[in-house]
């Protein structure tokens, strides 16, 4: 279902349904794997012989060195025993192209392009298991404190070595959502790349700040964290703000959300940040279906877009007020590109700050460019 362009999670929570018999236990253990074939499709189809479940999970055994036909050996609830092709595989990968990145040729070739001798790393983290990342909400407690309070209901977290507001679960995961330091507010989901974007942003008490492309609220709340500041949110899709209350409730602070007539009546804002729609090549290893399903048109559609977003968000910036704009890319034509066009078109503006995180274990790929508008123009 996955492979015929069903997105991932969908296609786990219907099979959970229709299989009553498979516990808790099991059904993560098929997430995990399942994830696990997306995040190394090319590896696992050439390993095992074919671009199918049977095939992928032929290929994950190979892949850690395990030899299939010990599982796949046609007892009662084993699979069917190998055919010759699959006994025919190759067992070693090959140097190049999708069956070792674990990408399509396309975006092979693009972040090639945009990372150059960085790409073979970036690619293979985006290959791996991500770590969850909690913001702790600073505000409000230390991370010491809610190391304490997680590891009371038996959730285990490391201090984040790079990103000061950041924890990394090490065991139970799983359970944040329902811990206490979650329902009081202390601690948010978010990854150490955008919580470290945000700590970079020149953010001072009494700010009026938009999240103009806000969705759930993530960057928005996490602003509203670091200084006493006037928050709004705005995103052209406004359902995907509907969280947006619960979780400013929980936190602590107050998010005013706002339709496209309102932000413009509410203009000029000291800061305006773009979270921009972007391929999310930086985060691959959370959302792998995307990145067999991601072509270079799509991405060329998104960089018109984003130029648009970026034009339009520029307009309610006040003057001496700062333009960020983000995305969760690594690629050149979204991030780098994207603004060098940008101050081209609009010289009210100059760049002040860049940070351009590539994927590695510690964080997920993170683009942001902090531009300031003249005090007179
Ligand atoms: C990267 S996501 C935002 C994630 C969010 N900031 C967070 O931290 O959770 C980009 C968002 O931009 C919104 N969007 C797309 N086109 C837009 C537009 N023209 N104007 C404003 N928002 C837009 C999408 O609906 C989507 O929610």
């Known amino acids: 279902m996955i492979l015929a362009g069903e997105p ?26 399942v994830y696990d074939a997306l995040r190394k499709r090319g590896s696992y189809a050439y390993l095992g012989g074919a671009l199918n479940g049977r095939g992928l999970m032929i290929g994950a055994l190979r892949a850690a060195g395990q030899d299939p036909a010990t599982l796949f050996t046609g007892a009662t609830y084993a699979p069917p025993t190998l055919s010759a092709d699959e006994l025919a595989a190759p067992t070693t990968l090959p140097d190049s192209g999708p069956a070792r990145w674990n990408m399509p040729e396309d975006m092979i070739a693009a972040f090639t392009q945009s990372l150059g001798a960085d790409a073979p790393a970036a690619m293979d983290v985006l290959s791996q298991r991500a770590d969850v990342h909690l913001r702790v909400n600073t505000k409000r407690a230390t991370r010491e ?61 009494g700010m009026r700040v938009l999240d103009y492309c806000a969705g759930g609220g993530g960057k928005a709340l996490a602003m509203a964290a670091r200084a006493k500041l006037q928050v709004f949110a705005h995103d052209a899709a406004p359902q995907r703000m509907n969280d947006i209350p619960a979780r400013a409730a929980r936190a602590g602070v107050k998010i005013e959300r706002l339709s496209g007539a309102e932000i413009a009546k509410a203009a000029p804002y000291d800061l305006v ?63 780098e590109a994207q603004v060098a066009r940008f101050l081209e078109d609009v010289p009210q503006f100059r760049q002040i700050d860049t940070l351009g995180l590539r994927p590695q274990a510690e964080w997920d790929g993170f683009f942001l460019a902090v531009l300031v508008r003249s005090e007179t123009t």
Not at 156 to 173: D, G
Not at 287 to 294: L, M, V
């Open 8 to 33: 991932a999670e969908r296609a786990l929570i219907t099979w959970a349904r229709g299989n009553r018999y498979a516990g808790s236990g099991d059904r993560s253990a098929v997430r995990d794997l």
């Open 145 to 205: 404190a809610v190391q304490t309070s997680l590891a009371a209901e038996g959730i285990e977290t490391a201090l984040h070595p790079q990103v000061e507001t950041a924890l990394i679960a090490t065991k139970n995961a799983r359970r944040i959502q329902t811990a206490q330091a979650y329902t009081q507010g202390l601690v948010e989901l978010q990854d150490a790349a955008s919580q470290a974007a945000i700590l970079r942003l020149p953010l001072q008490d």
């Open 273 to 335: 940040l773009v979270d921009a729609p972007c391929s999310g090549s930086g985060t691959w290893r959370r959302t792998p279906d995307a990145k067999w399903r991601f072509g270079i048109s799509q991405v060329e559609n998104l960089v018109t877009l984003q130029g648009q977003i970026l034009f339009k968000a520029a307009q309610l910036v006040a003057r001496g007020g700062i333009l960020a704009y983000a995305t969760c890319s690594v690629l050149r034509d979204e991030n």
